[in-house]
């Protein structure tokens, strides 16, 4: 299955997402109104339409009319707040028998800061029946400097997850420093890059300069090869309703 999300800026290619989509992992970084969740939220359709059950985790923790409305704009929609009670695991295991969309709203206050102490949140996240058969959405955007202090060792967290989950992850985030570690950046395939302000961040220029839906992006091609895999590097317009055509 292939879908068309958008452009290239040097190529007359569309962009579209495949079946490899589904099973390696996605990067999404941008600052405030860059077009981040309205590219997860492509991302999330074609999996759906793929007939993979999603999970996204909103670690902003919002109420259901604060959730933007192209989350909710079908049946694929079951709205779930996490807390550390018999009702919440009763909810979220009916949900997953049923194969439900489900979009959760977390507080990371849940998280333990202990490595040797796995919270109740860390086990909802690792449970087996959303390893097995769920695509994962991680959607930090409020505050991400407070967010990855949860963790000793963030790397280790998401390398876990990856390593056994079945399916893919798209993680969207403000730019942050902890993606500047090259061990995380290795864990994903795809990378958009949205309009970044912040000096300290490569390719300044190019990013402050970048309108909204417009990214810069990184794919590791799938080459058969004992080398490390190339990769592709090109601006990108992502469709909107607005402008369903875009040209870069």
């Keep these: ?86 009702a919440f695991e009763k909810a979220l295991d009916e949900a997953i028998a049923q194969r439900k969309d489900i979009y959760m709203a977390v507080n990371p206050d849940f998280f333990a800061t202990k490595k040797e102490i796995k919270s109740q949140l860390s086990k909802v996240i690792q449970k087996e029946e959303l390893l097995q058969n769920y695509y994962y959405f ?25 390593n056994r989950k079945k399916f893919g992850l798209t993680f969207v985030s403000q730019p942050y420093e902890t993606f500047e570690n090259t061990k995380i950046k290795l864990l994903f395939s795809f990378l958009y890059l949205g309009h970044c302000s912040s000096a300290y961040y490569y390719n300044t220029a190019l990013l402050r300069s970048l309108p909204p839906h417009n990214f810069l992006h990184q794919e590791r091609l799938n080459y058969k090869t004992l080398l490390f895999s190339p990769i592709q590097t090109d601006v990108v317009c992502i469709d909107t309703e607005e402008n369903p055509r875009p040209v870069c």
């Design 1 to 86: 299955m292939e879908q068309r999300i958008g452009k290239y800026e040097n190529s007359i290619a569309s962009l579209k997402l495949t079946d490899r989509t589904l099973y390696e992992n996605t990067l999404i970084l941008g600052e405030t109104g860059s077009g981040k969740t309205h590219l997860s939220n492509k991302i999330r359709d074609f999996v759906i339409q793929s007939g993979v059950p999603t999970i996204y985790f909103d670690f902003s923790n919002p109420e259901p009319d604060k959730i933007e409305d192209r989350f909710k704009s079908s049946e694929h929609f079951h709205y779930l707040r996490f807390d550390e009670s018999e």
């Design 138 to 162: 991680m959607q930090v955007i409020v505050q991400p400097e407070g967010f990855f202090t949860k963790f000793e060792d963030f790397f280790f967290y998401i390398l876990d997850i990856v």
